[in-house]
């Protein structure tokens, strides 16, 4: 009984929930038994995991822009969801270069036009609100930043998400605090990878793209390192702190860090190698280093995850090697084998991933 069946039959809104991983949300609530609505502006990518997954016909979605208040508002007032998570967000960092003012008011416009909605709720309602590791103002320090470090953010992207967790906790203690129905908290992990991402300037979808052309692909930064881990693993943590919120055995208004294994800082090289081993290419001739970096991104940046771990006994699942086995199959199966049901495929490697999680004794699979 996962996340202690407090999903099934729920009414679950999942913003965002055309992007990648508001998708694989929407596809392991399903698999819960929740009723799922969704709310997002656009289907992002072309391919798209929603459209590979055939969610809009598991999904009960709108269309709209998280900016427009009264929209939000009459959405959820509609609804009269029973969780809410709020993944919606600009979340590419080039394209923060690109637009920054669009960038800045869909993450943090959008979060408080979400929690003005939050405001008008007078039913029961748990809520996880969705930011990043980089809302930590990044010292580029060697340490794991903790939930008590300050919010910050050099560039555009880093800086609306910081701005976003402000407003966040401003709503909350001006507001929300004082709701005794509203259950809230919030969700920061790094960067994500899995089957089922198409978004541009992620490395994963750079090498499947090419190795299923039978082409080498072209990397920048191959030495820097990202603590990778499988987009089911945040999942987990925010639908943990859901359950865990849910039933008041979390602390509420709090936000929780959710990070891989220390094993999962890789290069992006050992990445790119391991992914083509994995696609049956020669590891030696997969990837070519082109050192063109367009933009700066701020480096080095580790979570500490003993808060998870001590008040929602979450730690992540999967070792590295499972996590680019899967990632593997998922991108070989619609590249290579088609007729392939990407939905199903999906929900075994959910399955495949709790049954892992329930041999580790964590809470929420057992
Ligand atoms: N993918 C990662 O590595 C990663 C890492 C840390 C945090 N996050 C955060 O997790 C969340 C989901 O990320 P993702 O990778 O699925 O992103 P994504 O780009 O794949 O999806 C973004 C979603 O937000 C929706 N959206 C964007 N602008 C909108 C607007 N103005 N109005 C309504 N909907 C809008 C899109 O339609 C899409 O459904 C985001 O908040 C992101 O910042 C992602």
């Not at 367009?294 to 500490?304: H, M, Q, R, V």
């Amino acid at each position: 009984m996962a996340f202690n069946n407090v999903y099934k039959g729920k009414k679950v809104l999942v913003t965002g929930n055309t992007g990648f991983k508001g998708s694989w949300l929407s596809v392991w609530l399903n698999m819960l038994g929740a009723e799922v609505y969704g709310f997002s502006n656009e289907i992002p990518t072309t391919p798209s995991m929603f459209e590979v997954c055939n969610l809009a016909d598991k999904v009960c979605h709108r269309f709209g822009d998280i900016r427009d208040k009264e929209l939000m508002n009459a959405y959820i007032q509609e609804i009269k969801p029973d969780f809410i998570f709020h993944l919606a967000a600009q979340a590419i960092v080039s394209t923060s270069y690109e637009n920054p003012f669009d960038t800045i008011t869909t993450n943090v416009v959008g979060t408080a036009s979400v929690l003005e909605a939050i405001r008008n709720i007078t039913w029961e309602c748990t809520c996880v609100l969705i930011t990043s590791d980089k809302a930590y103002d990044n010292v580029e320090w060697i340490w794991g930043y903790r939930e008590t470090d300050a919010v910050g953010g050099k560039d555009v992207y880093s800086g609306s998400k910081g701005a976003a967790e402000l407003v966040i906790k401003s709503y909350w203690k001006s507001f929300i605090a004082a709701m005794p129905n509203i259950k809230l908290g919030v969700g920061r992990a790094g960067n994500v990878i899995g089957g089922g991402d198409w978004a541009k300037d992620r490395i994963i979808v750079d090498c499947v793209k090419a190795f299923s052309q039978g082409e080498t692909v072209e990397i920048r930064c191959p030495q820097s390192t990202r603590p990778w881990q499988h987009v089911l693993e945040p999942l987990s943590g925010y639908l943990t702190l859901g359950w865990y919120l849910y039933e008041n055995k979390s602390e509420n208004g709090e936000p929780y860090n959710f990070g891989p294994r220390a094993e999962q800082t890789k290069t992006v090289f050992e990445l790119t190698q391991d992914l083509a081993e994995r696609w049956s290419l020669d590891k030696n001739k997969a990837a070519k280093i082109t050192d063109n970096i367009p933009f700066k991104e701020a480096s080095l940046l580790k979570l500490n995850c003993d808060k998870a771990l001590a008040y929602l006994k979450w730690h992540s699942t999967f070792h590295y090697d499972q996590c680019v086995n899967v990632i593997a199959d998922w991108y070989k199966a619609y590249y290579l084998e088609h007729e392939v049901d990407m939905f199903g495929l999906t929900e075994r490697q959910i399955a495949y991933y709790m049954k892992e999680a329930a041999g580790e004794n964590l809470d929420w699979a057992l």
